[in-house]
């Protein structure tokens, strides 16, 4: 049983502002869900994360497997595994993991999006949600986003929300085959009082 469980914090859960949704991933997204990581393949696949001991070979879930998973996961506090809808339609996916309580209270982000929506402000609106969700809902102090510096895209997502650079992280994560360096972003719930979706939408407003 998950320790911290409450209201507010169980799944499934979610979240909205205007066109931008966060939601569980579902068993009937198998369809669009493949064909935008199809679709996406050269747009994603510099930045997905791969294991250094997978099986060449292997079985490979199916994509109920895959939901199933992250579903209890979820269940278990572990991770929010959120789908990204835009105006109905699934873009994208975001993920809320490593969710630590007690001394740390803190958590991860990392999210992608397809190609043919980058630009419309989905992601930051997205980040902005889950972000507040985690401060408010799941009573966390601090959440980070890891970004290779190489990344110019994801860069611009957290230079928008206005999320602390704390350094370089070397060999931090397994890409493509390698470990790569990232950089690491956080934000602590102090410094964002109103909420990091209010200054995202006042950061947006053009000055008079």
């Not at 199933?68 to 979820?74: F, G, I, S």
Request: contains cysteine; proline residues 7%; charged residues 20%.
């Amino acid at each position: 049983m998950n320790p911290y469980a409450g209201p507010g914090r169980t799944w499934p859960v979610r979240l909205a502002d205007g066109d931008v949704e966060l939601r569980p991933l579902r068993r009937r997204d198998q369809h669009a869900w493949m064909a935008l990581r199809s679709q996406n393949a050269a747009w994603l696949e510099p930045w997905d994360a791969t294991s250094p001991t997978a099986v060449v070979g292997g079985p490979t879930p199916t994509f109920w497997q895959f939901v199933r998973n992250l579903n209890a996961q979820a269940r278990s506090g572990q991770t929010l595994p959120f789908a990204v809808t835009y105006r109905g339609e699934l873009v994208g996916q975001l993920t809320v993991s490593s969710i630590t309580h007690g001394s740390l209270c803190s958590a991860s982000i990392g999210y992608w999006v397809s190609q043919h929506v980058a630009g419309r402000g989905i992601i930051p609106t997205a980040v902005a949600l889950a972000i507040d969700h985690c401060f408010g809902a799941l009573r966390l102090h601090r959440v980070e986003i890891n970004i290779r510096p190489e990344n110019e895209r994801s860069l611009r997502v957290v230079a928008k929300l206005g999320l602390r650079d704390e350094g370089l992280r070397e060999r931090y994560l397994h890409i493509q085959g390698e470990w790569a360096d990232h950089r690491t972003f956080a934000i602590t719930t102090e410094e964002v009082p109103e909420g990091l979706l209010a200054r995202w939408y006042a950061a947006r407003r053009p000055v008079p």
